[in-house]
């Protein structure tokens, strides 16, 4: 394993040398063209990019190297992007050398010979390096002739993927592209391909480029050879008006920059945060915007009439409404979803308990254990950057990162490329518990803890003081909420943690997820980590929001909501961006909904809920609103409003106007209030809950097939809505099995029905080679109507059967684009 000075706390040797006349001291092994830019002068590039490795492809930031005596010198110019520093070398740049300065501008020459004249509709015009420089350090005329010779074309553009187009004659061979495929993503299916003046990007003809990453190789090409298929020729970037912004797709917290027209979303861009997500973000962070530009959009309130039906109402009619409605139906409870900023979470936590005076408030779509409550309280909440709290640089500096329960490439794009880059720069050791070693598993050079779903504690068990791997207070482990499925597995974690030394972070799926639990949207949490069954946090809470005493009773989770609004225990529901197929039993949601008294749906976009919903608010998409999401890491990471509109409003806002016609004022309508409340409410000063740790479990009983699923990163899920091209992109849903249960079925079978206690879907089989005996792996939201919907509930039994037609999903690509049995 490698080491580096950060990893070991070594001082770093530092070199001076003389950049146009100026001293500088740099870290020993620093390239000139960073030294170049400590001194402020920036010469030009293509091919340099500071998070990839160098390669001296373009050789436009040629310098020039004169001996100064020490031997340092060079007779030609050089590569600054690819020369290290030495001790008293001399560099002199196109801003003091006229050599260094003819240099590049015949590179320039060279480059423009093929390069089109096409700037007026390329898309990278007004934003293009090559642009820029061509003027900064190219010739003032061209000596190119027209009649002597034809520029390069081809046909153009091509697809590289279903996102990615390519114009090659535009292509400068920086080969940024192929590098940020192979090194960042680990997707190797680009790559320059020809010889000479030949040469060219091409795409491996087996293999597609396939890759959740692939847009940022349109932002770092330097030239319009790689454009998007949705942006193209749809603007320019003097039309835009841009906005720092924070992804809303996944609790990572990627920074993204928002560029918008006349009211309207255009593209988004990687914003640049060393401490999170560097200069990359995933392809759904960039493409996955149009959901909230669809034509069903709500766009006013509505209200239930004497007929039945959904009218239009006023803003005051539908509050009024709604209150009304609440207070007549008798005990209520709330379901706020996971799509609500940090502020909208905190009005739902204040909603529930002030104006309806219930703790029946779940953000979650699944029940809460007593085991999961605990553990939240005591090894998540009020944990962040600087309270303990685990962050992307110590994945970076971590000996161990162990995965339970956690997908990174599908569930969390940004800490993949973070593990990926640990292990290739530190060699950091990716263990994970899952039932086979996934691409992105691979990817990350990491190493497969076989484990069937069920038998995740008695993995993590193992893990105690086991000689090949050896946890210490430099490892790391990773627990995804789906962890929580598994009896015992939670306290399983807590375990290895606490007798290694390990730290532990919990990675929700969702961006609003962390906000909410720090925000008190749980049955036995207020906000601030104050539990519900503590007298003195029920009194801290109460006093810091005005009013006589919360209620006493911890409430009921989702799943026990669902039930007792089945049975007529609840009668009204406040529900906000609660899909019924996310939920543990999409049937009973849907029939809770439809036996519930009163509902007031909080939603963007018209859906099977707002059209069971008595009352229908239109509230603000991420992008319409100003909010904060929390990391999986406890980092707040604020954002303002892109797009203001006249049709929706936050969360907070309409919970604040129920909540005045209720005569239970919630204090604020505006998301300064929320946080000017957030900050003199405080984290829980008290003391911490502990974990109560559960028995070790063993493994799940049960005869036959299990089930095993997670949600891969492009689904069916509707945040994709709209975006024909991302979807595109989606993995075909196949049903992986291993060797031994493939050899149950006939010989060349292709094709299976997978059958569990919800019904069946018919999918491509594939063999994983080193998948878990006993166990079938199928997508959890891009089959037909979703697995826990159509399927079963993950760990349950299933059963397989050979079928010899194979069934492709509305939506899926081709399955022979995956291949079939392997």
């Known amino acids: 394993m490698t080491t580096s000075p950060e990893r070991t706390g070594a001082e770093v040797e530092h070199v001076t040398l003389t950049v146009d006349g100026v001293q500088v001291s740099v870290p020993k092994d620093t390239l000139v063209i960073r030294a170049a830019e400590q001194v402020g002068v920036q010469i030009p590039r293509f091919c340099d990019h500071p998070l990839l490795a160098p390669v001296g492809a373009c050789r436009q930031c040629l310098v020039d190297v004169p001996d100064a005596g020490n031997g340092r010198g060079f007779p030609k110019p050089q590569a600054s992007c690819t020369l290290q520093v030495a001790e008293g070398m001399v560099v002199n740049t196109q801003a003091t050398s006229p050599v260094a300065d003819k240099a590049q501008q015949g590179i320039m020459e060279f480059l423009l010979i093929n390069h089109p004249l096409d700037c007026p509709v390329c898309d990278k015009g007004g934003e293009c390096p090559l642009q820029n420089q061509a003027m900064s350090n190219g010739r003032g005329e061209s000596r190119f002739s027209e009649g002597g010779g034809v520029k390069r074309t081809y046909p153009k553009p091509i697809n590289i993927s279903a996102n990615v187009l390519l114009d090659r004659e535009?292509?400068?061979?920086?080969?940024?592209?192929?590098?940020?495929?192979?090194?960042?993503?680990?997707?190797?299916?680009?790559?320059?391909?020809?010889?000479?003046?030949?040469?060219?990007v091409g795409i491996y003809e087996k293999e597609p480029f396939e890759s959740y990453f692939s847009g940022n190789t349109i932002q770092i090409c330097p030239v319009g050879a790689l454009t998007s298929a949705e942006y193209r020729f749809r603007s320019r970037p003097f039309d835009l008006v841009s906005t720092p912004s924070i992804a809303e797709h996944d609790a990572c917290g990627a920074a993204i920059r928002v560029d918008h027209r006349r009211g309207k979303v255009m593209r988004r861009l990687a914003g640049n945060d060393p401490e999170v997500n560097e200069e990359w973000i995933t392809d759904k962070d960039r493409f996955g915007f149009a959901y909230a530009q669809l034509p069903d959009r709500l766009t006013y309130p509505q209200v239930r009439d004497e007929s039945g039906e959904l009218r239009p109402a006023s803003w005051p009619e539908a509050f009024a409404v709604a209150a009304r409605g609440l207070r007549a139906a008798g005990a209520c409870a709330v379901l706020p979803g996971g799509r609500v900023t940090a502020e909208d979470a905190y009005a739902y936590a204040k909603f529930a308990r002030v104006a309806l005076g219930t703790n029946d408030v779940d953000f979650r779509a699944r029940p809460l254990s007593a085991e999961e409550a605990s553990f939240l309280a005591a090894e998540v909440v009020l944990r962040g950057p600087g309270d303990g709290g685990v962050t992307y640089a110590d994945l970076e500096a971590a000996s161990t990162v162990v995965l339970a329960g956690l997908e990174p490439e599908d569930e969390a794009g940004t800490i993949f490329l973070r593990l990926r880059k640990a292990n290739r720069a530190h060699g950091t050791r990716v263990l994970a518990l899952a039932p086979y070693s996934s691409r992105g598993l691979q990817k990350m050079g990491g190493r497969l803890l076989p484990t069937a779903p069920g038998d995740e504690p008695a993995v993590l068990d193992s893990l105690v003081g086991h000689s090949d791997f050896g946890l210490d207070a430099s490892s790391v482990l990773l627990v995804g909420e789906r962890l929580a499925t598994v009896p015992g597995a939670l306290s399983a974690a807590a375990r290895l943690a606490h007798r290694t030394g390990a730290r532990l972070a919990w990675v929700p799926r969702r961006a609003g997820d962390r906000g909410a639990l720090e925000a008190g949207c749980l049955p036995t949490l207020l906000p601030g980590g104050r539990p519900v069954a503590s007298p003195d946090a029920r009194v801290d809470a109460a006093t810091a929001w005005g009013v006589d005493r919360l209620p006493e009773t911890p409430g009921r989770d989702t799943d026990q909501i669902v039930s007792a609004l089945r049975s007529g225990e609840l009668g009204g529901l406040v529900i906000g961006g609660v899909d019924p197929d996310d939920t543990s039993d999409p049937a009973a949601t849907r029939a809770a909904i439809e036996a519930a008294s009163f509902v007031v749906a909080l939603e963007l976009r018209e859906t099977e809920v707002t059209r069971a919903a008595d009352v229908v608010f239109p509230v603000a998409a991420a992008v319409e609103k100003a909010g904060m999401f929390v990391t999986w890491e406890g980092r707040p990471?604020?954002?303002?409003?892109?797009?203001?509109?006249?049709?929706?409003?936050?969360?907070?806002?309409?919970?604040?106007?129920?909540a005045e016609e209720l005569g239970a004022p919630l204090g604020f309508r505006t998301v300064t209030e929320v946080r000017a409340q957030l900050t003199e409410m405080g984290p829980w000063d008290g003391e911490r809950a502990t974990l109560d740790e559960a028995a070790p479990a063993g493994a799940a009983s049960g005869e036959g097939l299990r089930l095993a699923t997670w949600k891969q990163m492009i689904d069916d899920g509707s945040l994709t809505d709209g975006e024909p091209y991302l979807r595109a992109t989606a993995r075909a849903p196949i049903a992986r099995v291993s060797p031994a249960t493939y050899a149950t079925l006939p010989a060349g079978t292709a094709a299976v029905v997978v059958s569990g206690d919800r019904g069946e879907l018919t999918l491509p089989v594939e063999v994983a080679d080193d998948m878990v005996d006993g166990t079938v792996w199928v997508p959890a939201r891009?089959?037909?109507?979703?697995?826990?919907?159509?399927?079963?509930?993950?760990?349950?039994?299933?059963?397989?059967?050979?079928t010899e037609t194979p069934a492709t999903p509305a939506g899926a690509s081709d399955p022979a684009h995956h291949g079939g049995v392997q």
């Open 637 to 658: 990471r604020e954002f303002p409003a892109v797009l203001s509109v006249p049709h929706a409003l936050p969360d907070l806002r309409v919970l604040a106007g129920i």
């Open 170 to 200: 535009r292509c400068v061979l920086c080969a940024r592209c192929t590098r940020f495929s192979e090194q960042i993503a680990g997707d190797p299916f680009i790559a320059l391909i020809e010889r000479g003046a030949l040469q060219q």
């Open 782 to 802: 891009s089959a037909g109507a979703g697995v826990l919907a159509a399927l079963a509930a993950p760990g349950s039994p299933v059963r397989l059967a050979a």
